[in-house]
């Protein structure tokens, strides 16, 4: 799976987590000139993505210290904090030695609290009281390989189904993004979950998609700039599985 994380600087030994909030908002918005001094930010939705922050960090030997500061929607902010305290995950995918070898040479500062007070001198003060430059190892250089394994004749976790009921629409978002990460599997550059199902209920609201004109429920003839709209974002999103046409509007839906 592809990691959701951008690089700095690289003689940073900082790596800040912005669990599910903004990398640009954090670093742009808050930090300022100070983001110079971090070496990598990234966001971390599910315990899933541990094991995928954990990997990026046997690849960059010289980050010691790991800062949280951001919104914890799912509570994936208290499990990254109680797994640096020895305790474990509920879905390892890397070997447990390389998992306790990299989590042992690395410091973890917890300023969710301070996010949510909007304290941003605290994480500008952690970063220039722990940065330390020059790209000195602190653990050797490790390659983690992941395994996703079958268990009998099925997985030892759900992939086909889900049900989610809400009437906002970011909150349905987070909803199905800790869905998919939580229980579907990897597929390469992407994370799968099978025939997830979400009902957003606007009654006494607009619409929350895309608004379908009367005329465009009456017929459905589309016209052909449409076709070639559909056929564009498809290429863009290869693993899509249905494209819908209604009126002057389209709908792609896949993995």
């Known amino acids: 799976m592809k990691f959701n994380y951008e690089v700095i600087n690289e003689d940073s030994n900082i790596a800040l987590v912005t669990l599910w909030s903004s990398i640009n908002q954090i670093k742009g918005g808050m930090l300022g000139s100070s983001a110079r001094l971090v070496g990598i930010i990234g966001n971390l939705y599910t315990s899933v993505g541990i094991n995928y922050m954990i990997s990026t960090l046997g690849k960059m030997n010289w980050i010691d210290t790991l800062v949280v500061y951001g919104i914890d929607y799912n509570g994936v902010g208290d499990i ?3 797994f640096f305290k020895n305790e474990r995950l509920n879905i390892i995918l890397i070997d447990r030695d390389i998992v306790d070898k990299i989590k042992s040479t690395v410091r973890i500062i917890d300023l969710r609290e301070a996010f949510k007070s ?3 001198n605290a994480l500008v003060r952690a970063i220039h ?3 330390r430059p020059g790209r000195r190892p602190v653990r050797p250089l490790i390659n983690v390989e992941f395994n996703e394994h079958e268990y009998g004749g099925g997985w030892v976790i759900p992939l086909v189904g889900g049900f989610i009921y809400e009437k906002d629409t970011y909150r349905s978002w987070v909803k199905l993004v800790d869905l998919v990460l939580n ?4 597929k390469g550059d992407y994370r799968e979950f099978i025939t997830p199902l979400v009902v957003i209920d606007s ?3 607009p619409h929350p998609f895309r608004r379908l004109s009367e005329t465009g429920l009456k017929g459905f003839e589309p016209l052909a700039e449409a076709i070639n709209a559909i ?6 999103n290869p693993h899509s599985t249905s494209a819908v046409y209604y009126g002057g509007d389209y709908l792609i839906q896949g993995s």
């Open 203 to 205: 009654t006494g609201k």
């Open 183 to 186: 229980y579907g599997f990897d």
């Open 231 to 236: 056929i564009n974002e498809l290429r863009v």
């Open 129 to 131: 009281e722990n940065y």
């Open 118 to 120: 909007r304290d941003i």
């Open 80 to 82: 990254l904090i109680q």
